[in-house]
T-cell receptor, first 114, second 114 residues
Framework: DVKVTQSSRYLVKRTGEKVFLECVQD?????MFWYRQDPGLGLRLIYF???????EKGDIPEGYSVSREKKERFSLILESASTNQTSMYLC?????????????FGSGTRLTVV | AQSVSQHNHHVILSEAASLELGCNYS??????LFWYVQYPGQHLQLLLK??????LVKGIKGFEAEFIKSKFSFNLRKPSVQWSDTAEYFC????????????FGPGTRLSVLP
C-alpha cells in the first residue's frame, strides 16, 4: 500500500512563528501536493511539485512556500503563521499521469494558530 | 477556471435509504472525474473514478456514479446506505487544461442514522 505520512497530526503554533509541515511518501511518486481543507470550501491547492526541486503555485499560495529536496519529501512552510492559516492541511502524492490514477492522501495535520 | 459544485452541504438519511449526491463541474473539455470519501478521523480515500468508456462506473462498498456529459454532472449513488457510510464525500475533476491537478468540490457530509 502506498503510504503518505504527515509528521504531525495536531499542531498548535503562535502568530508570527515559522511553521514546517512535513510529508513523506514511500512509493516513488513523482507528484506531490499540499492542500488545505476548510469546512464548506473543500480542498484548495496551495502548492504542487512534479519533480525534485520543482514547485508550482496552486490556487492559494499566499503566505506559504514549499521545499522538495528529495523525491519522497515535500515540505510546506508557513513563513509567518497567522490565525487565518488555522486549518487542516493535507498532503497527497501520485504517479505521473495522476489523472488516471487519482491521488493518495496523508491523514492530515490540523494546525491551530493562536 | 474550473469549478466543482456539490448540491448538498449535509444529507441525513436513515439506514437502508437510497442515496444520491450531486456533483456538477464547469469545464467543457475532456475531464476525468473522481469521488473521494473521508470517514471520521481518517484520510481521504478514492471511492471511484471515471476517465473513459462506460459512463456508469462502480466503486468500492456498493457505490456507483454516472457521468452525464451533457449535464456536466457526475452524481454518486448507493441503493441502500449503512451507518458505516457516515462520512464526508468529495467530488473532484481533472480537466485536460489543468495538468495533473484536481479541482475539488466543497464536500457533502452524510449522516446515516441507525
Amino acid at each position: 500500500d502506498v503510504k503518505v505520512t504527515q509528521s504531525s497530526r495536531y499542531l498548535v503554533k503562535r502568530t508570527g512563528e515559522k511553521v514546517f509541515l512535513e510529508c513523506v511518501q514511500d512509493m516513488d511518486h513523482e507528484n506531490m501536493f499540499w492542500y488545505r481543507q476548510d469546512p464548506g470550501l473543500g480542498l484548495r491547492l496551495i502548492y504542487f511539485s512534479y519533480d525534485v526541486k520543482m514547485k508550482e503555485k496552486g490556487d492559494i499560495p499566499e503566505g506559504y512556500s514549499v521545499s522538495r529536496e528529495k523525491k519522497e519529501r515535500f515540505s510546506l512552510i508557513l513563513e509567518s503563521a497567522s490565525t487565518n492559516q488555522t486549518s487542516m492541511y493535507l498532503c497527497a502524492s501520485s504517479l505521473l499521469g495522476a489523472s488516471s490514477y487519482g491521488y493518495t492522501f496523508g491523514s492530515g495535520t490540523r494546525l491551530t494558530v493562536v | 477556471a474550473q469549478s466543482v459544485s456539490q448540491h448538498n452541504h449535509h444529507v441525513i438519511l436513515s439506514e437502508a435509504a437510497s442515496l444520491e449526491l450531486g456533483c456538477n463541474y464547469s469545464y467543457g473539455g475532456t475531464v476525468n472525474l473522481f469521488w473521494y470519501v473521508q470517514y471520521p478521523g481518517q484520510h481521504l480515500q478514492l471511492l471511484l473514478k471515471y476517465f473513459s468508456g462506460d459512463p456508469l462506473v462502480k466503486g468500492i462498498k456498493g457505490f456507483e456514479a454516472e457521468f452525464i456529459k451533457s449535464k456536466f454532472s457526475f452524481n454518486l449513488r448507493k441503493p441502500s446506505v449503512q451507518w458505516s457510510d457516515t462520512a464526508e464525500y468529495f467530488c473532484a475533476v481533472n480537466g485536460d487544461n489543468y495538468g495533473q491537478n484536481f479541482v475539488f468540490g466543497p464536500g457533502t457530509r452524510l449522516s446515516v442514522l441507525p
